[in-house]
């Protein structure tokens, strides 16, 4: 079974550019959840979707956005990238992702570079 | 509010020693999950074990074990005898029970660098 897939593995920008980074969850799996890694901040959670809806969000302001499609596959798009926004882009899929006591599934991440 | 503590931010040890990662959470909830992850190079995160607030029964796994202790709100990991392998970054984290969808609130992370 494929693990979750995380595309592109790198990527490298410019201040004012904007970005789409892409997700394909474990086959099977209807959550999705984003999350960016930080050496300052740690792990800080961006945004949750099931069933193309998102039901929970980070705070994180209105530039960090993200979608689900029918076939649970997500993207999450960064508009104005800021230096700041540098960080590794996890991704993780769960199956219904309720109950709180599913484990997550991980992607390698987007290693996002703002220059 | 949700809170995971990991005040160790680096440790180094020699391989075969033990070592203990600590953990501390808050959480007001009654009902909740507590996990262990573990990061390598790689950077994917790899998920290593999975406690619910009313089982604080220790759990041994080969060489990890894990003492989870409501009275203090801890949920510390210990590796023994460790080996080079286990150097990576290690992530313990909180979720709610209920339908709260699939948030996880992480720790910092504590880097394990096994000396050989």
């Known amino acids: 079974k494929a693990g979750v897939t995380q595309t592109p593995r790198y990527l490298i920008k410019t201040r004012g550019q904007q970005v789409t980074l892409s997700c394909s969850p474990i086959?099977?799996?209807?959550?999705v959840s984003w999350y960016q890694q930080t050496p300052g901040q740690g792990l800080q959670f961006l945004f949750e979707y099931f069933s193309e809806t998102q039901r929970n969000k980070g705070n994180f302001p209105g530039r960090f956005s993200g979608r689900q499609f029918s076939n649970s596959r997500s993207e999450m798009n960064v508009s104005t990238l800021e230096l700041g926004d540098s960080a590794l882009y996890l991704c993780?899929?769960?199956?219904?992702?309720?109950?709180?006591?599913?484990?997550?599934?991980f992607g390698s991440g987007t290693q996002l570079s703002v220059l | 509010a949700q809170k995971v503590t990991q005040a160790q931010t680096e440790i180094s040890v020699v391989e075969k020693e033990d070592v203990t990662l600590d953990c501390v959470y808050e959480t007001r909830d009654t009902t909740y999950y507590l996990f262990w992850y573990k990061q390598p190079p790689s950077g994917e995160l790899v998920f290593l074990i999975r406690r619910n607030s009313f089982d604080e029964q220790n759990e041994i796994s080969g060489r990890y074990s894990w003492n989870f202790q409501k009275s203090t709100s801890s949920f510390n990991f210990t590796i023994t005898a460790s080996q080079v392998v286990d150097s990576a970054v290690y992530f313990c984290a909180l979720t709610r029970g209920g339908n709260t969808g699939n948030q996880f609130y992480f720790g910092t992370g504590t880097s394990l660098t096994v000396i050989p």
């Open positions: 993780a899929s769960s199956l219904v992702g309720t109950g709180g006591n599913e484990k997550l599934f």
């Open positions: 086959s099977g799996h209807r959550s």
